[in-house]
Structures are given as structure tokens and as C-alpha cells.
């Protein structure tokens, strides 16, 4: 399989971002997004993702951070479904269960094409750090609709907010890297019934 990157660029008049991805990367990083506790989300998807991930981002924080985590989240979809392109011989699908002390979130990913986002996760707080945990649901929504991606989200148990956000953030990373993975059996061929994704 070829090496799979993209860099794409949005700007608005609320936010200039630009998004590079490797998804056969090492779980390579470079934030400066104005938004630390996204940026520590973001380096979960790309370490357990094994994903480079290198994301600039100039927004209007001075109103709040909503149109910054969001249209990261719309730019990062759409950096993803560049570089995957037409989806040949990977697994598409993806899931994964992970832990952090109290805490347990399972990912469910399908590059199916076709957007959807079921979304279950009962913070125990509001914000972590000052960050709106509901900027979550704008992100990846953002993703999803962009990506053109199924994903279910489920935080299953959780009393801190941080341990939430992060087993969710990790197990994204690791859907993606098993959905994305090649599957030497699929031998170049599209992963559907219907011949295209």
C-alpha cells in the first residue's frame, strides 16, 4: 500500500487551520492550536493511532473555543478521507475497548462512506480544565461528516471527566489504526458488497 498523507487547509472567517496526516505513520506530533487540553486529546489519536498529526489552527478563542475544536475536527475528517482515498484492501472497519483507572470507552469506526455518530459519553463534569467537554460532540461530529465515517462512541463507566475524554480518545485511535490497516487477504479490492465505498 502507498504511503498515505494529506494536507488540507481551511479558513473561514472564524478560523484558519491547516491539517497534515500520515496514517502510516509513528504517532509523530505538532499542535499549536491555542486549545492545550484538544491538543492532549489529539496526541491520543495519534500515538495509539500510529498516525502523524501535525495541526495548525488560528481561531477566534476570544470568544470561546467552539469553531476552533470544531472546525479541527471538520479539517482533521477531511485530511483523513484524502489520505485514505478509495479505501482498497484496508479492513474498514475498526473497534476497540480501552481503560484508564475507573474508566472504560469502546469506539466503534466504519469508513462505510456514509456519516453517522451515535454518541454516548455522561461526563461527570462540565469542563476539564476550562475546557466545554460539549465541544466533543462538535468535534467529532465535524469528523464524521467530513471523513464520511460511522462511529459509535460509548463511554461505558467513568467518575473523572479527564479519565472519560481520554479512554474515548484513545480508542479512537486504536478503531482507526485497525480500520485502516491493510489486509493482505483483501488484495487490493474494495472492502463492500456493493464494489465501492
Same mark, same amino acid.
Given at each position: 500500500?502507498?504511503q498515505?498523507e494529506?494536507?488540507?487547509?481551511r479558513?473561514t472567517?472564524?478560523?484558519?487551520?491547516?491539517v497534515?496526516?500520515?496514517?502510516?505513520?509513528?504517532?509523530?506530533?505538532e499542535f499549536d492550536?491555542?486549545?492545550p487540553f484538544?491538543?492532549?486529546m489529539?496526541?491520543q489519536?495519534?500515538r495509539h493511532?500510529?498516525?502523524?498529526?501535525?495541526?495548525r489552527?488560528?481561531?477566534d478563542l476570544h470568544?470561546d473555543? +467552539? &469553531?476552533?475544536v %470544531?472546525d479541527?475536527?471538520?479539517t482533521? #475528517?477531511? !485530511?483523513?478521507?484524502? @489520505?485514505?482515498?478509495?479505501?482498497?484492501?484496508?479492513y474498514r472497519y475498526?473497534?476497540?475497548?480501552?481503560?484508564?483507572d475507573?474508566?472504560l470507552?469502546r469506539?466503534v469506526v466504519d469508513f462505510?462512506?456514509r456519516?453517522?455518530?451515535?454518541?454516548?459519553?455522561?461526563?461527570?463534569?462540565?469542563?476539564?480544565?476550562g475546557?466545554?467537554?460539549?465541544l466533543f460532540?462538535?468535534?467529532?461530529?465535524g469528523?464524521v461528516?467530513?471523513?464520511q465515517?460511522?462511529l459509535?462512541i460509548?463511554?461505558?463507566?467513568?467518575d473523572?471527566? +479527564? &479519565?472519560q475524554? %481520554?479512554t474515548v480518545?484513545?480508542?479512537f #485511535?486504536? !478503531?482507526l489504526?485497525m @480500520?485502516?490497516a491493510e489486509?493482505a487477504?483483501?488484495?487490493?479490492?474494495t472492502?463492500?458488497?456493493?464494489g465501492?465505498?
Amino acid at each position: 500500500m502507498a504511503q498515505r498523507e494529506a494536507t488540507v487547509e481551511r479558513n473561514t472567517l472564524e478560523t484558519r487551520i491547516t491539517v497534515s496526516v500520515n496514517l502510516d505513520g509513528s504517532g509523530k506530533t505538532e499542535f499549536d492550536t491555542g486549545v492545550p487540553f484538544l491538543e492532549h486529546m489529539l496526541d491520543q489519536i495519534a500515538r495509539h493511532g500510529l498516525i502523524d498529526l501535525a495541526i495548525r489552527a488560528s481561531g477566534d478563542l476570544h470568544i470561546d473555543d +467552539h &469553531h476552533t475544536v %470544531e472546525d479541527i475536527g471538520i479539517t482533521l #475528517g477531511q !485530511a483523513v478521507a484524502a @489520505a485514505v482515498g478509495d479505501k482498497k484492501g484496508i479492513y474498514r472497519y475498526g473497534h476497540a475497548y480501552v481503560p484508564l483507572d475507573e474508566a472504560l470507552s469502546r469506539v466503534v469506526v466504519d469508513f462505510s462512506g456514509r456519516p453517522g455518530l451515535e454518541y454516548n459519553i455522561p461526563f461527570t463534569r462540565a469542563a476539564v480544565g476550562g475546557f466545554d467537554v460539549d465541544l466533543f460532540l462538535e468535534f467529532f461530529q465535524g469528523f464524521v461528516n467530513h471523513a464520511q465515517v460511522t462511529l459509535h462512541i460509548d463511554n461505558l463507566r467513568g467518575d473523572n471527566s +479527564h &479519565h472519560q475524554a %481520554e479512554t474515548v480518545f484513545k480508542a479512537f #485511535g486504536r !478503531a482507526l489504526r485497525m @480500520a485502516l490497516a491493510e489486509d493482505a487477504r483483501m488484495a487490493g479490492a474494495t472492502p463492500s458488497t456493493k464494489g465501492v465505498l
